[in-house]
T-cell receptor, first 113, second 114 residues
Framework: AQSVTQLGSHVSVSEGALVLLRCNYS??????LFWYVQYPNQGLQLLLK??????LVKGINGFEAEFKKSETSFHLTKPSAHMSDAAEYFC???????????FGAGTRLFVKA | DGGITQSPKYLFRKEGQNVTLSCEQN?????MYWYRQDPGQGLRLIYY???????QKGDIAEGYSVSREKKESFPLTVTSAQKNPTAFYLC?????????????FGPGTRLLVL
């Protein structure tokens, strides 16, 4: 069965520091991969997605993620954290040929001034 | 503005009561979804609909029911059979049910049991 693992339920960084949120998936074939962000008491918003092509994907708000097939990873990064980045981030996968989206448990990002 | 609306924002349920959560989209999307969100568990799929007048159970459909009589509407009923309904409920839609489609989410409804 497919699964998505987000390492660290909470990550804390200082403003201006690098943000790294980790996501690993289990799949026998490369899936489609997504990162969503959720602000408190709101729905999810797409940050970026990988389907095919270039493995480094750029998204909104300065975030990017790199698909590494050999490591079955899709980690999310941002060079410099901003206070407004504080939110919960979800990694998600869809099996190619499938339909259902599998979400990770989420990582809450705290940004310290 | 196109988007997804959910109402109410907060909903209180009494023991033995059925309650219905509303979800409306004006994005002309074919596919719609209901998810349940619990702390530390991510999102779990309750029901989904790929087209009007058709819907399928997701991973945790027991105690829930849906209808899809109109393209823009996908209401979720939490029945008295759902013994632990307290959660944040999210509705989403996508243009089609193709597997690379982005899902667009509503703002959510928080259901609490009295």
């Amino acid at each position: 069965a497919q699964s998505v693992t987000q390492l660290g339920s909470h990550v804390s960084v200082s403003e201006g520091a690098l943000v790294l949120l980790r996501c690993n998936y289990s799949s026998s074939v490369p899936p489609y991969l997504f990162w969503y962000v959720q602000y408190p008491n709101q729905g999810l918003q797409l940050l970026l997605k990988y389907t095919t092509g270039a493995t480094l994907v750029k998204g909104i708000n300065g975030f990017e993620a790199e698909f590494k097939k050999s490591e079955t990873s899709f980690h999310l990064t941002k060079p410099s954290a901003h206070m407004s980045d504080a939110a919960e981030y979800f990694c998600a996968v869809i099996h190619t040929g499938g339909f259902k989206t599998i979400f990770g448990a989420g990582t809450r990002l705290f940004v310290k001034a | 503005d196109g988007g997804i609306t959910q109402s109410p924002k907060y909903l209180f349920r009494k023991e033995g009561q059925n309650v219905t959560l509303s979800c409306e989209q004006n994005l002309n999307h074919d596919a719609m979804y209901w998810y349940r969100q619990d702390p530390g568990q991510g999102l779990r799929l309750i029901y989904y609909s790929q087209i009007v007048n058709d819907f399928q159970k997701g991973d945790i459909a027991e105690g829930y029911s849906v209808s899809r009589e109109k393209k823009e509407s996908f209401p979720l009923t939490v029945t008295s059979a759902q013994k632990n309904p307290t959660a944040f409920y999210l509705c989403a839609s996508s243009a089609t049910s193709a597997n690379q489609e982005t899902q667009y989410f509503g703002p959510g409804t928080r259901l609490l049991v009295l």
